[in-house]
């Protein structure tokens, strides 16, 4: 993950890198897909988490 922004608070935006992609398969994995191949992420915190790690939200945002 990155920090992708930071707002007036100075708090950090939170998100994967740009060139990942995220996919969700419920009760699977979240999916990190990329050119060079693609991550699984089991649980279902992965599969709630991953698609809030967007780069628009801020820690707090991401844990509300």
């Known amino acids: 993950?990155?920090?992708?922004?930071?707002?007036?608070?100075?708090?950090?935006?939170?998100?994967?890198?740009?060139?990942?992609?995220?996919?969700?398969?419920?009760?699977?994995?979240a999916y990190l897909l990329s050119q060079r191949g693609v991550t699984a992420l089991r649980g279902h915190a992965a599969q709630v988490l991953a698609p809030l790690l967007d780069g628009t939200r801020d820690r707090e945002a991401v844990l509300r």
């Open 1 to 29: 993950m990155t920090r992708t922004g930071r707002h007036r608070g100075g708090t950090g935006f939170i998100g994967f890198k740009s060139h990942l992609r995220v996919t969700v398969v419920p009760g699977e994995a």
